[in-house]
Nanobody, 115 residues
Framework: QVQVMESGGGLVQAGGSLRLSCAAS????????MGWYRQAPGKQRELVAL???????NYADSVKGRFTISRDNAKKTVYLQMNSLKPEDTSVYYC?????????WGQGTQVTVSS
């Protein structure tokens, strides 16, 4: 059974940092594309960052230069380092795994940035 589980969310002041983790199990992690998405109340879910199995990355314009996505294949974990956080980064952050034709989502972790 495939499981994708996020952790590391919380409350932080503007300008602060958080690191999110996403641990996967039950699937070939090394070849999977991984992504972080976020959804604020009343808004559409949006892409934050992607990382391919080969390590190529892509970021939303709103987070470029502040967020970094990385992966540790040995630990089957993907990370999202978030620096210089802004109140508008407040959202539920979701991890998504693409493995061939299959897509798996985590349950989400809340990030709240106070001004």
């Amino acid at each position: 059974q495939v499981q994708v589980m996020e952790s590391g969310g919380g409350l932080v002041q503007a300008g602060g940092s958080l690191r999110l983790s996403c641990a996967a199990s039950g699937v070939s992690f090394r070849s999977s594309g991984m992504g972080w998405y976020r959804q604020a109340p009343g808004k559409q879910r949006e892409l934050v960052a992607l990382i391919t199995g080969g390590g190529s990355t892509n970021y939303a314009d709103s987070v470029k230069g502040r967020f970094t996505i990385s992966r540790d294949n040995a630990k089957k974990t993907v990370y999202l380092q978030m620096n210089s956080l802004k109140p508008e980064d407040t959202s539920v952050y979701y991890c998504r795994m693409n493995n061939g034709p299959y897509v798996h989502w985590g349950q989400g972790t809340q990030v709240t940035v106070s001004s």
